[in-house]
């Protein structure tokens, strides 16, 4: 089944393709799993949630500087993998730009994974914040990223709006789409924090292996 192409708003694309539904559904899961084993890997620093990041930074630099220093490391790791895969972007076409997209984040999220079994304290776990970064640039449309496929607040505002719409008698309220993204960044940190139980740092080779098989299938089912 073709993916659909990526200068369509990401927004109607997860609503009327089913194809784009999928493909958020299954990294919005990775997404969770990931955020959840650095979660409990990184002493409850975030990999995907800059926000909570943030707030770990402000508290931080009121009383412990160690921390702050963690939560910042983590902030600019994250924002580099957007700058760097946004740019790799731009240089491929735009059909094949999903796939490549997400075969890139993969071998970050390899590299990661590698490193974890390797070298103690922050590396792997800004090279997680890395990977993050960038897969939240997969649906991104004309430069903007209209939802994030790693954090969900956005799109838990735009649930609320839709179950307003709803209630209101709105002929077309497509909130189950979003209620869905939600459910299955939820069901992804729940199988992390199973996994990281049972396999600690180790728990990251299944959602590597999950992210290659994604790519593979968005840049094989990529449009010419």
């Not at 490391?73 to 957007?82: E, R």
């Not at 071998?107 to 914040?129: K, N, Y």
């Not at 993050?132 to 838990?156: A, D, K, P, Q, W």
Request: hydrophobic content about 55%; overall charge positive.
């Amino acid at each position: 089944m073709p993916l659909p192409r990526p200068g369509a708003s990401p927004v109607s694309m997860l609503m009327h393709s089913r194809p784009a539904r999928l493909l958020a559904f299954a990294i919005a899961a990775v997404a969770g799993y990931v955020d959840a084993v650095g979660f409990l890997g990184s002493g409850q620093f975030f990999v995907s949630f800059m926000s909570g990041n943030t707030t770990r930074l402000g508290v931080g630099i009121a009383g412990d500087g160690a921390a702050a220093l963690v939560a910042a490391s983590l902030i600019a790791s994250f924002v580099a993998g957007v700058t760097v895969t946004s740019l790799l972007r731009r240089r491929v076409p735009g059909s094949r730009r999903i796939g490549l997209t997400l075969v890139f984040c993969a071998a970050m999220l390899t590299v990661a994974a590698l490193a974890a079994e390797s070298v103690e304290g922050l590396v792997p776990i800004a090279l997680l914040a890395f990977a993050m970064g960038g897969i939240n640039l997969v649906l991104e449309s004309e430069g903007e990223v209209r939802f994030g496929l790693t954090y969900i607040t956005g799109t838990l505002i735009k649930l609320g709006t839709r179950l307003a719409d709803a209630i209101a008698g709105a002929p077309r309220a497509d909130w189950l789409a979003l209620l869905l993204l939600w459910l299955a960044l939820a069901g992804g940190g729940t199988l992390g924090g199973l996994a990281f139980g049972a396999l600690d740092l180790y728990a990251l080779w299944p959602a590597v292996a999950a992210t290659w098989l994604i790519g593979a299938i968005a840049l094989f089912g990529s449009r010419d």
